[in-house]
């Protein structure tokens, strides 16, 4: 590829009109067609930019003066939540917010000529504190323990006590969690040095449940004041039922090692889904805005439009939660999902709710779906709900051989999606209705939606 002339170099200015917002929720300018990306300008907005780094075909700015504000400007905020990138669309109005989502998905496809329809975004009423799940670093600064978020695109920590999005009840928990920590002198993890204990506070809380899990993710094997930390951590917390330390020894971005040592109370913790009662472990995945995933649920179930009969496969079933709420519309069906720890949760989670026509196996959907094609299963319809990186070729391959009427694709990321799109409708299928975007990831430039394929 060419190399492109930059028209600009690092610390020039100029002013721009934004015209486009990006997947990552940054502003674009062009200078001689040359693209500019500019943190915290949003569509409409006439800025003054300085640029902060070039690179061979775009570079990046920052609003030295913002000229002409948009009418979707939401200054209602603190502005840590856009520099740490904990709500990056924070600045957008929220109806704004809904729009852009649903014109990232029509552009995608687009780009990918597939002709289908959008429909508007559903969005919540109260969009912000919904998050019933907090990640947060654990670092030194000045001296003292932090728990709080990167700087965007950086390893350097914001302490944060109010982080917008999560639960409020999380946050508390956060603050108290990080000032016990701190009375027991517990040393903090370095990066660089790949020194001191702690290196993660996870707090998960169940939406209707109110059960709080803490797992402390620690570098060393030894938890220093191990009892003490956890008997202050209970008795200050009392909605926690389960403390776990998770060790993560290695050199890593990973979050979560392999470990898991029950320091105090269960393994897991329970909350409920559409009427399910769900046991949830430390390492499973569990949606993170429990409001929205009731009607993505619902939603997908509907536009499923189960008779009784059907068999179904959940590929990527996670901890059971789409195949327990539709098995009761359906004669079988079958989950396949990579984390054991999940895969456990899903069968006890059939066994506590008394569901009998559900089947768990664990392993890769892309082996476990050849192989169902292989031994001939006629599912009548497949629901594919992916982590980030969509589908892979073998799995297409797999569920369009297997023909299914129909095949509901859950997405969180609707790039991934218009890619596995295209290899549905070269094989055999069509998109039918337009493609729900259901907002499950407010403030944030996470897009999730549901697309319904038919068998042409
Ligand atoms: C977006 S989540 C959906 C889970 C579940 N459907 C839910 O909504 O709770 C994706 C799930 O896929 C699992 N996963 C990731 N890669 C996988 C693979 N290659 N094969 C099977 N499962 C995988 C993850 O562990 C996670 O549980």
Redesign the pocket.
Known sequence: MSKKYAPVKKNDQFEADIIDLTYQGMGVAKIEDFPVFVANAIPGEKVRVGVTKVASSYAFGRVVKLLQESPDRNNDIDNTVITTGIAPLANLKYPAQLKYKQTQIEQLLKKQHIDATVAETLGMENPVGYRNKAQVPVREIKGQLETGFYRRNSHNLVPIEDYFIQDPEIDKALVVIRDILRKYHLSAYDENEHRGVLRTVMVRRGYYSHEMMVVLVTRSKKLPMDTVVVDEIRKALPEVKSIVQNVNPDKTNVIMGETNNVLWGNKVIFDTLLGLKFAIGPN????VNPQT?EKL?TLAAEKADLKGDEIVI?????????SLTIAKHVKQVYG????PG?VDDAKRNADMNGIKNTKFVL????E?MVKWAAEGLKPDVI?V???RKGL?PELIEAATTMQPKKIVY?S?NPATLARDLDEFILAGYHIDGPVQPVDQFPQTTHIESITVLVKD
Do not use: H, L
Not at 314 to 322: E, L, Q, W
């Open positions: 499973s995945f569990y949606q995933t649920y959940d590929a990527y079933s996670g901890i059971g939660t789409i396949v999902e990579i984390v999940a392993g890769k959907a892309e476990q629901f709900d992916p982590p892979t859950v969180c």
